[in-house]
């Protein structure tokens, strides 16, 4: 059932509307007769299509889209006119209304619209399936489009800066990721290296990924990471730098004062896209709580397998690590919502098979072990808290801790690079 929101202050407007849409199946109707009682409206209730007049008394149509929008920003506006006008429309537009329509509506026209409108709503409602062809490591759940920059010169480096950073972005953290990535194509086309950067995107996150890093050492990469991005959401894998961005709200303050108090409290609330643990494992996590329970005993295992290899190191007590590891990161691979946790554990595992024991150096080993406790007890808090009590109030409260862990461990065993490498990288 879709719920559809007509304004306007002509009775005779609504009534052409409603008899227009009686050929539409699965419809609630509702009305409002005027900008301010539709964001009063809006404000307690979600409408999937909204049909808005624009000149209208108390509240007009632009002033009451650009509320609605606000605080329901999944809501479809179709602005609806008398007057052809580009001005009205552009501005309409702007505000965040989908489609312009002009009076008198011609029925026909009209419904081929409004089941096209309804189509698109309901792809809108589905989850987002997984893109085969993603390339970033942490969500393989994002759109079908994909930007890409080739950065072959610097006249193209800069084409890239300026899409990002020359308009307004609402990408938390945006600015901090397109000056590192400026930085890293800059020591690569001074040194006739190409590079190329994909953008992918879902609802709620940017990826940005730079590809052909290798003539970067690793360990410069994360000692510029850390230096200049401290808190970056970052998976550096083979010949590609990964960065997961979060999309945020740009706030605005209200001052309508006739609106009630309770809708301009809502209106101006600051919005978090969090998922709590209660609401994560009813939806989506009840069938693998078996599988959940019983890494509490692989966790006293791991733990006392780690202790076992500190005291004497060697490839076979390594390997009892790893492989415990193991399991977590299956049961990780299985929960959509931590694939990319999955990925660095996974990342993190292959690397630790790989150690020889001519790497087992004294004071190496002791950082290794005191790492791994150190991932041991996060991951044992993420169980805890995120499937047992349930407590979390947002699931992912651990991933940069989880995540800065494992390639922490990494970096142990990595050559550092030179201080001349990491000052040649040109940063503003």
């Known amino acids: 059932m879709y719920k559809i929101l007509i304004v306007d202050d002509n009775d005779n407007n609504r009534l052409t509307l409603n008899l227009l849409l009686e050929e539409v199946e699965e419809i609630e109707i509702q009305e409002a007769e005027d900008g301010q009682v539709a964001v009063e409206m809006c404000v307690k209730n979600h409408f999937d299509?909204?049909?808005?007049?624009?000149?209208?008394?108390?509240?007009?149509?632009?002033?009451?889209?650009?509320?609605?929008?606000?605080?329901?920003?999944?809501?479809?506006?179709?602005?609806?006119?008398a007057l052809d006008d580009e001005t009205s429309k552009h501005k309409m537009l702007a505000l965040g209304a989908e489609d312009y329509l002009t009076k008198p509506l011609y029925s026909e026209h009209f419904l081929q619209r409004v089941k096209q409108y309804l189509r698109i709503i309901e792809f809108r409602k589905q989850e987002l399936r997984k893109n085969q062809r993603a390339i970033n490591p942490f969500n393989s759940r994002v759109f079908h489009r994909t930007i890409t920059f080739r950065i072959d010169s610097e006249e193209a480096l800069s084409e890239f800066w300026d899409y990002w950073l020359n308009a307004p972005k609402n990408i938390i953290d945006l600015?901090?990721?397109?000056?590192?990535?400026?930085?890293?194509?800059?020591?690569?086309?001074?040194?006739?290296?190409?590079?190329?950067?994909?953008?992918?995107?879902?609802?709620?996150?940017?990826?940005m990924m730079l590809l052909h890093v290798r003539p970067l050492k690793s360990a410069v990469i994360k000692n510029l990471l850390l230096k200049h991005f401290s808190n970056a959401k970052y998976i550096l894998s083979q010949d590609m730098l990964s960065i997961q961005l979060d999309k945020g709200r740009i706030e605005e303050k209200l001052s309508v004062s006739s609106l009630s108090e309770e809708a301009q409290k809502i209106l101006s609330k600051t919005h978090d896209d969090v998922l709590s643990a209660q609401d994560y494992v009813q939806s989506t996590a009840i069938s693998l709580m078996p599988k959940i329970d019983a890494l509490e005993a692989l966790n006293e295992e791991t733990d006392s397998a780690i202790l076992a290899f500190e005291k004497e190191p060697s490839k076979q007590r390594l390997a009892i690590i790893y492989e415990n590891l193991q399991e977590y990161a299956d049961v990780l691979a299985e929960l959509m919502a931590f694939e990319h946790l999955g990925f660095a554990v996974q990342t993190l595992i292959n690397f630790l098979s790989t150690l020889t024991e001519d790497q087992f150096e004294s004071e190496k080993i002791k950082r290794l072990s005191t790492m791994l406790f150190s991932l041991l007890s996060d991951l044992a808090s993420w169980r805890e808290n995120v499937f047992i009590t349930q407590v979390a109030r947002d699931i992912h409260y651990l991933d940069s801790s989880l995540l800065s862990s494992c390639l922490q461990i990494e970096a142990i065993f990595e050559e550092k690079g030179s201080v001349t490498d990491d000052d040649e990288i040109e940063f503003f």
Request: with cysteine.
């Open 175 to 207: 600015s901090d990721c397109v000056r590192l990535f400026f930085g890293f194509c800059l020591w690569l086309t001074h040194r006739d290296f190409e590079s190329t950067i994909i953008v992918e995107e879902n609802e709620d996150k940017l990826f």
């Open 49 to 81: 299509l909204i049909f808005m007049d624009i000149m209208m008394p108390n509240l007009d149509g632009f002033e009451a889209t650009r509320y609605i929008k606000q605080v329901d920003k999944k809501t479809m506006i179709i602005a609806l006119s």
